[in-house]
């Protein structure tokens, strides 16, 4: 990769991280430079983490989020997708119910919004 598209990459990515650590100092995040076109950012949350104010931000900068809850897994997953811009994932835990196998969650358009 040249070095002008390597920077413009990491600028992007780095956007991104500030957004996060202005809602989210302490919370664990992961970049994967491989994967997809431009990346993924995961943002995992603790159990009872709140995702709301940073999804919101996200939202008004142009990201379309998806929701699907598997509680079987243990997790709450939202993903954002924006034209040229790695995607977000953000995992909430939830409580994990391993003894009731329920249909399998589907992805639903989000709107934090909405709320």
Same mark, same amino acid.
């Not at 929701?67 to 954002?80: H, K, M």
């Given at each position: 990769?040249?070095?002008?598209?390597?920077?413009?990459?990491?600028?992007? $990515?780095?956007?991104?991280?500030?957004?996060?650590?202005?809602?989210?100092?302490?919370?664990?995040?992961?970049?994967?430079?491989?994967?997809?076109?431009?990346?993924?950012?995961?943002?995992?949350?603790?159990?009872?983490?709140?995702?709301?104010?940073?999804?919101?931000?996200?939202? $008004?900068?142009?990201?379309?989020?998806?929701?699907?809850?598997?509680?079987?897994?243990?997790?709450?997953?939202?993903?954002?997708?924006?034209?040229?811009?790695?995607?977000?994932?953000?995992?909430?835990?939830?409580?994990?119910?391993?003894? $009731?196998?329920?249909?399998?969650?589907?992805?639903?358009?989000?709107?934090?919004?909405?709320?």
């Amino acid at each position: 990769m040249k070095p002008r598209n390597l920077r413009h990459r990491l600028e992007k $990515s780095a956007k991104l991280l500030v957004v996060v650590q202005k809602h989210l100092p302490e919370v664990q995040c992961q970049f994967a430079d491989d994967k997809g076109e431009n990346g993924h950012l995961m943002v995992r949350l603790p159990l009872g983490g709140d995702p709301e104010k940073l999804g919101a931000e996200l939202e $008004s900068r142009g990201f379309r989020f998806t929701r699907a809850r598997s509680p079987w897994l243990g997790a709450e997953i939202f993903r954002g997708t924006r034209e040229d811009q790695p995607k977000v994932i953000i995992e909430v835990e939830i409580p994990a119910n391993r003894l $009731s196998r329920g249909p399998e969650v589907t992805e639903q358009a989000y709107s934090f919004k909405s709320k």
